[in-house]
């Protein structure tokens, strides 16, 4: 198990710097500059040439990629260019309110979806599974950025249950302020953990074992929320590991329409000013939660299903 | 056949709901499609309405949605472009001021007079008496010397150093005078230290904390930084030693940096915020037809400015060029995009001080029949193909492109649009990488004045090729620099329609449509004001509910 563990976190140093390289790569080759952005139309060539030899821009390629891999590997991640402040500062100030939307959106999608899937495994074909599977599919299907406004309009302008943009702290503030936005995350992922779970609780209640549970007398409530639900939620749970980077994705967009100061909006800023090593950074940083996530994902399984762990030994 | 059937009325029923969410999401609709907003509907609401008529009321808490937001607060830098600069304005003065009802007019701030010499080279300001900095030292010359020096020094002002053009030194005279004095008479002087680079900030501070002092500055405008929080809101509190008597009315304003269209417009439809910037074109008739809701339209130097590269043979040709104005049909622009709101232009610039009106100097008729008679007297009577660079995330912006291609096309000109983001479209501007380009979302002239951008597209010495539009008359050239170093106002009143006129007849750019910037504002809100260069007017805004 160990040595599995070990490869596992070779192979993701391995994609994490491949990940920084692509990211600094990438950014450079958009067209646009930094300090055009910073100093307008008025600055004469003199200035912009001045600015960007003081911020190192006119350093070449190879210099600068070094700088920047060092600078990311070592998490003192440098200054941003526009906002000249040291990254490591902007992003441990926004890093919260993202943090908490994806959990507070995963959160969401199990507790709609998880009874959602139940209740359509248990009559398959029938009015209610039909109805969930479309509906859902619908809530998939909609850009997340339309879905978050028509949310934003109904529930806040409307009905004026929640505020329609903004972010506060403090638990009163977390559930005012980032319920609607959640709510659209965890609609956006719960056909996903539908789909998923259904047709894996419809494998397992045809299963032996839970044949030999109800013939033993279990209540029907027993048989299906302690041991169906057990078995299945392994393939859900690796669903949304998987779509975490949908989820920073959505985020990105979700943090633009409510207005919320979180890494989204920084990642927004930051492209369009085109700071290098701001967008480079915060990718790279996206990029290892996902590698962290999955790799934690494939522990928690291990350390669950005991079938995974006997096929690796 | 019976799980079909479910399927079927499972269809139906999830539909059915979603007319149903729908319905109840209609609301008022948008009651205008093509047709344009008359203009007496229109207005800047300076007007007061109802319980703005009665006496401005002290207190309360201001909440404004802003489109721009804030990034740096120090006047010489303003990396965040206008979303700094309008925060700027709230915190700092200068010398002299835009008329805060609007106007092209400048009016007394930081000075409470001036002399100038007869040869235009000096000017005497006299600060105005008891005026302090919001921590309540008083200001006095040293912090104006210091300030206009720093607004002068090409390595401290690195974002408009063109607006201290002739600036040679000040001189303390005494503690309540300062002597400016030029190296070269320079017609717009006043209109350049108007604006917010010249800002007047206090000389010991600024010297002792350096870069920390943008963190917490201290200015004599009418309102103080309590709150920075970057990408979300700033907060300010009245700034209690400000110079205009029993003013700013409001305790605190909270500007609210809301980028995304929808999301301003529901905080102001909400009540989140009493006043929005950049209302949506589209969303003009549903504020319109919102009662709670005022409109409010100013009118600043801000247009539609098609460049062209002159590097391109094409765009050289005069003959193209007015082929291309005669084609563009401005009154259905105006109608379909802007809802009516922006005007015609009769200048390649927006519309400024000195302008002659569309008596004098005529705008471009729309007549389709005289642009193809005039691009066949071109080089080109077939035509040519183009690319023409918008910036990207903008509907008003991809309607007009649209627009634009099958205007040119009835003159053989085929366009094809290329619609990249601001920061690739900038690229390609500065690097002459274009054919026509729209350079700026938001492009407005930074003082009333004709000046600036007379300059930066005729002047050879201001090092941009023409404001990058490679583009170059030495006649007219030579009326500019005369107009911009003549300090008489009445002959420069009759320099500059000449001006106007020759280069609304060779076009080297195209100015599409005169627009005004959209704001609104919930009933309640009083005494709104913005002034022609489009800032808010805060110290003059009180609410109805305030106690």
Known sequence: MSTYILKRLAISVVVLFALAAASFLLIHLVPGDPVRQMLGSGATPENIASVRSDLGLDRPMIDQFGTFMGNTFTGQFGDSITLRTPIGDLISERIGPSVLLILYGVFFALIIGVPLAVAAALRPQGFADNVIRIATTFTFAMPTFWLGLVLALIFGLQLGIFPVSGYETGVGGFFRTLTLPALTLGLSLVAMVVRTLRTQLLVVLGSEHIEAARARGLTERRVVGVHAIRNSIMTTITVISVQIGFLIGGTVVLEYVFQIPGMGTLLIDAVTNRDFPLVATITVLAGATVIVVSLITDLIQLALDPRVRLADS | ?547
């Open chain 2, 1 to 547: 056949m019976r799980k079909l059937g479910y399927s079927v009325s499972a269809l139906f029923a999830v539909i059915a709901a979603g007319f149903a969410l729908a319905a109840c999401g209609g609301g008022s609709s948008s009651s205008t499609g093509d047709t344009a907003i008359p203009k007496e509907a229109l207005g800047n609401a300076a007007t007061t309405i109802g319980e703005c008529s009665a006496d401005p009321k002290s207190g309360g808490t201001l909440v404004y949605s802003r489109r721009a937001q804030a990034q740096d607060l120090n006047p010489l830098v303003v990396s965040g472009g206008n979303g700094d600069i309008f925060v700027v304005n709230q915190i700092f003065d200068q010398l002299v001021t835009s008329n805060p009802d609007g106007g092209f007019e400048l009016t007394p701030a930081i000075a409470e007079s001036w002399d100038i010499s007869d040869d235009g080279k000096t000017y005497t300001f006299h600060i105005r008496k008891g005026i302090k900095f919001s921590n309540g030292q008083p200001v006095t010359a040293e912090d104006v010397k210091f300030s206009l020096d720093r607004f002068a020094d090409p390595k401290l002002n690195l974002i408009l150093a063109v607006a201290a053009v002739g600036y040679e030194k000040s001189v303390v005279v005494d503690p309540q005078t300062v002597r400016v004095e030029l190296s070269e008479p320079v017609a717009a002087f006043l209109y350049n230290i108007s604006i917010y680079p010249a800002s007047i900030v206090p000389k010991d501070l600024v010297l002792e904390q350096g870069d920390a002092f943008w963190d917490a500055p201290v200015g004599t405008g009418p309102f103080m930084v309590k709150k920075f929080t970057r990408g979300s809101s700033l907060t300010f509190a009245k700034n209690p030693h400000y110079w205009e008597e029993g003013k700013p009315y409001l305790d605190t304003v909270k500007f609210n940096f809301a980028e995304e269209d929808n999301s301003r417009m529901l905080d102001l439809k909400s009540g989140k915020a009493q006043m929005v910037d950049g209302v949506p074109y589209s969303q003009i008739p549903s504020v319109l037809d919102d009662d709670q809701l005022q409109l409010q339209v100013v009118e600043v130097p801000q247009f539609l400015g098609l460049w062209l590269n002159h590097q391109r043979p094409q765009m050289a040709d005069e003959k193209v060029r007015q082929a291309m104005q005669y084609a563009l049909n401005r009154d259905e622009i105006d109608t379909a995009i802007y809802r009516g709101v922006g005007s015609t232009p009769n200048s390649v610039l927006p519309r400024l001080k000195f302008d002659a009106p569309a008596g004098e100097v005529e705008p471009y008729p729309y007549d389709v029949e005289k642009a193809q008679t005039t691009i066949a007297e071109s080089k080109y009577p077939d035509g040519f193909d183009i690319t023409l660079k918008y910036p990207a995330g903008f509907e008003d912006y991809k309607q007009l492109g649209l627009y634009l291609q099958q205007a040119w096309e009835q003159i053989g000109i085929t366009v094809k649009l290329q619609e990249l983001d601001q920061a690739a479209v900038a690229d390609a501007f500065y690097a002459g990488d274009y054919d026509m380009t729209f350079p700026y979302a938001q492009f407005t002239s930074d003082v009333t004045v004709p000046d600036e951008y007379a300059n930066l597209l005729n002047d050879p010495g201001s090092g941009t090729d023409g404001f990058f539009s490679w583009w170059h008359d030495e006649p007219i050239w030579k009326k500019v620099k005369e107009f911009t170093t003549t300090i008489d106002e009445d002959t420069r009143a009759e320099q500059w329609p000449v001006i106007q006129q020759e280069m609304l007849d060779t076009s080297p750019v195209i100015n599409v449509l005169n627009l005004p910037f959209v704001n609104a504002h919930r009933e309640g809100v009083c005494g709104s004001k913005v002034d022609a260069l489009g800032s808010d007017q805060l110290q003059d805004t009180w609410l109805t509910s305030a106690e």
